[in-house]
């Protein structure tokens, strides 16, 4: 019985490293590439390792004003809509589980309807509606449309209904409203939660290409795909920065997994939470 167990676990063992090798393949090989000349980056037979280590691509790109400017740039951007995502999407959500009021099941029908709705069938009536109102070329086309969120909303929601009743019944008799107790009570209990839905948040902002690429022509708040894009089309030759800059651009969301890979574990259980 042992012998089997300690054979299955090895398996599970093996087949999880070759998960990890193959997830993690396309990023070393980028990193790698950064130190190739450019005329090696795609030179056929393929080389995994470059023949000869090169620096020089990084500290180019890092030299470069423009990808500095638009790392910062995107970096603020995605820091901006993960907390105005977690303050609207938790408020509404502290709303439907705790509150009673008129066509609340209506409009919480509603609102979940909306996450079957793919985001590129309304691509062009959003962009309709934010050229009406004067927002492309702005900072706040990039932030503002998509802060609420269906999906966020209906996780943290979930999360709230799992909170007992009696402390905010507590809070009540002691004369707390609602705005101090979902301030007080609800906020600091939501912790994990929180993580998750803001890295989500972040990771989507951070990742975004067709909607910056829509709504922004301004080469100051070009975000960091869209720079990527741009820098292809435009310095096709130099492929060797284009995947140190690929390579650079990805360290800030490791970086934030490494810190909270805790919390994301913790929030994956909680999606189980009914």
């Known amino acids: 019985m042992k012998t089997k167990q300690t054979a299955a676990k090895a398996t599970l063992t093996v087949i999880a490293l070759i998960c990890t090798l193959l997830a993690l393949f396309p990023l070393v090989w980028v990193i790698l590439a950064g130190f190739k000349e450019k005329t090696e980056v795609l030179a056929t037979p ?24 638009t790392m910062l740039t995107t970096f603020g951007g995605a820091l901006l809509f993960a907390v105005l995502c977690l303050a609207v999407n938790a408020a509404a959500a502290y709303v439907f589980a705790r509150l009673e009021f008129r066509f609340k099941t209506f409009l919480w029908l509603y609102v979940i309807s909306t996450m079957f709705i793919p985001s590129m069938a309304i691509l ?3 962009f309709i509606v934010v050229n009406k109102l004067g927002m492309l070329d702005t900072f706040a086309v990039l932030v503002l449309p998509g802060v609420a969120s269906a999906g966020s909303m209906f996780f943290i929601r979930q999360f709230y209904l799992n909170i007992p ?26 912790y994990p939660v929180f993580v998750i ?42 492929l060797g920065m284009l995947m140190a800059g690929s390579a650079l651009s990805a360290i800030p969301t490791i970086v934030l997994f490494l810190i909270f890979q805790k919390y994301i574990i913790a929030g994956v259980k909680i999606s189980g939470l009914k």
């Open 197 to 238: 839905v803001g890295i989500g948040a972040y990771l989507g902002y951070w990742n975004s290409f067709v909607w910056p690429t829509m709504t922004i022509t301004n080469p100051h708040l070009f975000q960091i795909m869209q720079y990527l894009a741009t820098f292809r089309s435009e310095r096709s030759t130099e």
């Open 46 to 69: 393929f080389r995994f390792l470059p023949r000869q280590w090169l620096s020089v691509n990084y500290a180019d790109i890092v030299k470069d004003a423009a990808f500095q400017e």
């Open 124 to 126: 062009l009536t959003s």
């Open 165 to 190: 009743l009696a402390l905010e019944e507590a809070a009540l008799i002691d004369g707390a409203d609602r705005m101090r107790i979902f301030t007080s009570i609800f906020v600091p209990m939501s």
